[in-house]
């Protein structure tokens, strides 16, 4: 079992940049594809990146591609996401997953709570 907790999510003007953070609890971390989601109000929750267990291989929402990069420190269960040249439409609660390669919830058993990000134009 698996416990995520998210931190880094704030505000920033667009072309900005933040880091977010997922630690995790547990022995498996290492075990476990990490994923990142996102969803805006009033709007379907959205695949952002995703990143292997071991850290090998990473691939991305086309939207994200570029200016997203996905990666872990298995060694202090963490998963990191940094995000550049923020815009306004990438505004949304990040959450952090934990599970199976994937590019879609269905694939992630375990799920943080979220971080907001509020980007301002």
């Known amino acids: 079992q698996a416990q995520l907790v998210e931190s880094g999510g704030g505000s920033v003007q667009a072309g900005g940049s933040l880091r977010l953070s997922c630690a995790a609890s547990g022995r498996t971390f290492s075990s476990y594809a990490m994923g990142w989601f996102r969803q805006a109000p009033g709007k379907a929750r959205e695949f952002v990146g995703a990143?292997?267990?071991?850290?090998?291989?990473?691939f991305y929402a086309d939207s994200m591609k570029g200016r997203f990069t996905v990666s872990r420190d298995n060694r202090k269960n963490t998963v990191y996401l940094q995000m550049n040249s923020l815009r306004p439409e990438d505004t949304a609660v990040y959450y952090c997953?934990?599970?199976?390669?994937?590019?879609?919830?269905?694939?992630?058993?375990?799920w943080g709570q979220g971080t907001q990000v509020t980007v301002s134009s």
């Open positions: 997953a934990a599970g199976s390669t994937g590019s879609t919830s269905a694939t992630y058993r375990y």
């Open positions: 990143i292997s267990a071991n850290g090998d291989r990473t």
